[in-house]
């Protein structure tokens, strides 16, 4: 049997989209992967096929040996799972770059494109797909290349796209000869504003370093700094996760930005002050002013300490 996605996902750039069909996210890591590919394969292993028909057999097997085995040995060896990463990174750069317009066939997929936490949609929606992907043989390819047009957009979406919501949907009047004719209209609500976006990944972000998820903490940040580079409010926040990781050079680097964007930036103020005094640096009395908020009540204690309000 001849597998044909090419019109579909990442299929349509002459990709072949291991993760869309294994099921899995994109940032899967080795122990997840192995974990989805033996429940696939044990769902297309011939002692599952006992009293099923020749023709369903074969497809399992097809399914196994051309897609799943091919997907699992790609993505299970650090060195090729990681230069198939970096090969879907530039790509979704390039196609950002060409301000490349992309169809989307899906509901889901148009959804992501457009909702602001894109990366737990994209996640969740990976996963109720992978409880039924291989439940139906037949529309396994169609499973797949859905899968893979949500790999499409996360891809873009990780490199900076904003993808334009579609304008709002008037569908003509529907007549009967039984009934009135009724005007029915489908409204799609307009896209969120950059700002509100970026509002978003910094919540997020403060979570994660009140619970200590640093690194995750920092991803968002930088998300929220493609669309909008000059926000001072994600420039402090990074130099806090990385003052929080010792890494003062870093961190005074993030905070100096955050200055010379806003030289108000309270967490920037006392984020420098604080990396001055790891680095023995000599305070003047204008920074004196601001250190006394590095206590255990202060700025840094009641943004990262204590109970949320």
Not at 49 to 55: F, T
């Amino acid at each position: 049997m001849f597998f044909k996605f090419n019109r579909c996902g990442l299929f349509k750039y002459d990709f072949i989209d291991y993760h869309a069909v294994l099921c899995v996210p994109i940032d899967a890591d080795v122990k997840e992967i192995r974990k989805r590919y033996l429940k696939i394969a044990r769902r297309l292993h011939p002692d599952t096929c006992r009293d099923e028909s020749d023709a369903q057999k074969e497809l399992k097997n097809e399914l196994l040996s051309k897609l799943v085995n091919p997907a699992y040995e790609t993505l299970s060896g650090e060195k090729q799972r990681m230069e198939h990463i970096l090969i879907l990174s530039q790509m979704g750069k390039r196609l950002v770059q060409e301000s490349a317009s992309v169809e989307l066939n899906s509901d889901v997929a148009q959804e992501l494109a457009s909702v602001a936490h894109y990366k737990h949609v994209y996640k969740s929606g990976l996963a109720k797909i992978a409880e039924t992907q291989y439940d139906s043989l037949d529309k396994v390819q169609d499973t797949i290349a859905l899968v893979s047009e949500l790999n499409l957009v996360y891809t873009m979406r990780s490199a900076g796209k904003i993808f334009a919501a579609a304008p709002p949907l008037i569908a003509q009047p529907e007549i009967s000869t039984n009934a009135p004719a009724v005007n029915q209209t489908r409204v799609i609500s307009p896209p969120q504003k950059k700002d509100s976006v970026v509002l978003q990944y910094i919540r997020r972000a403060q979570d994660l370093i009140s619970q200590n998820q640093l690194a995750q903490a920092r991803v968002e940040l930088q998300d929220a700094l493609k669309l909008e580079p000059n926000n001072s409010r994600c420039h402090s926040l990074i130099g806090v996760v990385y003052l929080k990781q010792n890494l003062t050079t870093s961190a005074k680097v993030y905070f100096n930005r955050a200055l010379e964007l806003d030289p108000k930036d309270e967490t920037a103020l006392a984020g420098k002050l604080k990396v001055e005094q790891i680095t023995g640096q000599k305070l003047n009395g204008a920074k004196r002013t601001a250190s006394s908020n590095l206590g255990g009540g202060g700025l840094f204690g009641g943004l990262f300490g204590g109970k949320k309000k």
